[in-house]
């Protein structure tokens, strides 16, 4: 049936101006198949190095275990607070760090300034914020150069929608190019 496709379709190239039809025209190979072609090996390719920065032990854990599940992601470090978060992100380099606002000796905000101003990284704030004040700090961390905020999980989400959310953010910001950002 392949054959009678393509003789079709070298008769109407023919009929419409004497062109040749492209599989003749040696830029598609007719008998080239999807499994012919290199696609670079998804086992081979570079990981997203991810550092994950939170002080509650729950929620540590539970990002932990999403992000690690995930094929495409490696984390390389964790941390408890704002000030060993810093030191690590100049420390590991990570491709994505993921933040929480409420931090012991660090808040969000001074973590995410100080970040962006001396080893600029895409920042996923993760936070639980709700009231109007801790709400203002996230967004004064957006301003400082924090490239998306997401709510932590509540433990009622329906079919994973939220360890979704969290993967798929952390994969599209980690191919975001952050410059120098000093306050």
């Given at each position: 049936f392949g054959d009678l496709i393509g003789c079709r379709r070298r008769q109407v190239a023919r009929t419409t101006g004497g062109r040749k039809c492209v599989c003749h025209q040696g830029r598609v190979r007719p008998d080239a198949t999807a499994s012919n072609h290199s696609?670079?090996?998804?086992?081979?390719?570079k990981k997203i190095r991810?550092?994950?920065v939170e002080d509650a032990l729950t929620i540590l854990k539970r990002i932990l275990e999403v992000l690690g599940a995930d094929p495409e992601i490696d984390i390389v470090g964790?941390?408890?607070?704002?000030?060993?978060?810093?030191?690590?992100c100049e420390q590991l380099r990570p491709d994505v760090v993921t933040l929480d606002m409420m931090l012991p000796n660090m808040n969000g905000l001074a973590a995410t300034e100080f970040?962006?101003?001396?080893?600029p990284t895409p920042i996923l704030i993760v936070s639980a914020?709700?009231?109007?004040?801790?709400?203002f700090k996230t967004f004064d961390a957006l301003a400082a150069g924090a490239?998306?905020?997401l709510d932590?999980?509540?433990?009622?989400?329906l079919d994973n929608d939220w360890e979704k959310k969290l993967v798929a953010t952390v994969?599209?910001?980690?191919?975001?190019?952050?410059?120098?950002?000093?306050?």
């Open positions: 696609y670079p090996d998804r086992l081979s390719m991810v550092l994950v964790e941390a408890e607070d704002g000030k060993r978060g810093t030191e690590l970040i962006m101003a001396y080893c914020s709700t009231n109007r004040g801790d709400l490239l998306e905020a932590k999980p509540k433990g009622n989400e994969k599209f910001i980690s191919g975001i190019k952050v410059i120098t950002h000093p306050r």
